[in-house]
């Protein structure tokens, strides 16, 4: 089986669970082949095109995270459940989508652990700073998503969006 190319800058359109799609973007990607993105709504009934690309922005993203290539790499076949490649962002600019820094509970003593991973390899810490219990920290929930949980907290998301 051919593996399907995808690399930062691509959007995909993301099977819901509840029907229809949502978006991500591809904004970082290592060897391991693990990826971090931003994945967007609102749902669209049919894989939606090209001319979205040039109005995707950070901010707006309802889903930050790291998360595994599985959904993008068995190809781009809407008839599947994959994930499919719709296409480039226009003049990709990493810097305008940030790798953050993650938050991560610690259940034991309480408190979060704020996480910094490796631009380059989206597996390795970079720098993991322990907060007391009482301070609020700022990011994306750290840990490694799978394509399946991806398409799962994205319908929830997108739902309670248009509620």
Request: no cysteine; glycine share 14%.
């Amino acid at each position: 089986m051919k593996r399907a190319r995808f690399g930062p800058g691509d959007v995909f359109a993301v099977p819901l669970r509840s029907g229809g799609y949502g978006l991500g973007v591809i904004a970082r990607e290592t060897t391991g082949r693990t990826l971090f993105g931003y994945f967007f709504g609102p749902v669209h009934e049919d894989v939606p095109g090209a001319e979205l690309l040039p109005r995707l922005v950070a901010a707006d993203a309802v889903l930050v995270g790291r998360f595994g290539h599985l959904g993008l790499s068995r190809g781009p076949t809407a008839s599947n459940g994959d994930w499919i490649t719709i296409g480039r962002i226009p003049d990709w600019d990493p810097a305008n989508w940030p790798l953050p820094a993650f938050v991560r509970a610690e259940p034991i003593r309480g408190g979060a652990f704020l996480v910094t991973y490796d631009e380059s390899d989206l597996l390795r810490e970079r720098d993991v700073r322990y907060f007391p219990p009482g301070v609020v920290l700022d990011g994306p929930e750290d840990g490694l998503m799978g394509a399946g949980f991806v398409e799962i907290r994205l319908t929830r998301l997108l739902a309670a969006s248009a509620e």
